[in-house]
């Protein structure tokens, strides 16, 4: 069974750049895994960041970034704000209607 | 822009069922596929269901395959999630979603606020 892979954790300077990474247990992540990115924080509904890989859902600042580095799905922030402090999920298609969500990652601005 | 609101949620014993809804307002629900996702307490999200704008393409994860069941009523503007046979572990907020697209190979985008099922003796 595949499984969706994220770092549970990460920090980040205030002013800082910060990598999340997606990855599959099964292989490589490729723009057909339509790999999109939330961020949620608590008691709040996710709100979408990054769909299929690399487009901004609206409204989202543009130091929100979506891109595939080496074998996984990632998502930059650049210039991180206190209020980036969040939990950050990612999800991926592995075909025929199936999706699996990661583990989350949640991100501390310190 | 398109509203969600989940419905249905509430207190319920192990071995119940219960069907949840989502009341989309606005442009458009008939053409976007839709999307479940839940959320235990303190836990990540976990994709549930998505079906076409249509109804005719769906699918289930299989954590909850053969007991739940996802169905839309587009004259109703209104996404549905049949729950039979819940467990413990179905405890969980539920979110609707919607899409940018018709099809299952969209990913959940447009969310709502969410209605919390809890499952308990």
């Known amino acids: 069974q595949t499984v969706v892979t994220q770092e549970p954790s990460f920090s980040v300077s205030p002013g800082g750049t910060v990598t999340l990474t997606c990855g599959l247990t099964?292989?490589?992540?490729?723009?057909?895994?339509?790999a999109t990115w939330y961020q949620q924080t608590p008691g709040q509904a996710p709100r979408t960041l990054i769909y299929?890989?690399?487009s901004r859902s609206s409204g989202v600042p543009d130091r929100f970034s979506g891109s595939i580095l080496g074998n996984k799905a990632a998502l930059t922030i650049t210039g991180a704000q206190a209020d980036d402090e969040s939990d950050y999920y990612c999800?991926?298609?592995?075909?025929?209607?199936?999706?699996?969500f990661g583990g989350g990652t949640r991100l501390t601005v310190l | 822009q398109m509203q969600l609101v989940e419905s249905g949620g509430g207190v319920v014993q192990p071995g119940t069922s219960l069907r949840l809804s989502c009341a989309a307002s606005?442009?458009?629900?008939?053409?976007?596929?839709m999307h479940w996702v839940r959320q235990a307490p303190g836990k990540g999200l976990e994709w549930v269901a998505v079906?076409?704008?249509?109804?005719?393409?769906?699918n289930i994860a299989d954590s909850v395959k053969g007991r739940f069941s996802v169905s839309r009523d587009n004259s109703k503007n209104t996404l549905y999630l049949e729950m039979k046979s819940l467990r413990r572990d179905d405890t969980a907020v539920y979110y609707c979603?919607?899409?940018?697209?018709?099809?299952?190979?969209?990913?959940?985008?447009?969310w709502g606020q969410g209605t919390l099922v809890t499952v308990s003796s």
């Open positions: 979603a919607k899409t940018g697209g018709d099809d299952w190979s969209n990913p959940p985008g447009g």
């Open positions: 606005g442009v458009g629900f008939s053409i976007y596929a």
């Open positions: 099964s292989g490589s992540v490729s723009t057909n895994n339509y």
């Open positions: 999800v991926m298609s592995l075909g025929s209607g199936i999706w699996v």
């Open positions: 299929t890989t690399n």
């Open positions: 079906i076409s704008y249509n109804g005719r393409n769906k």
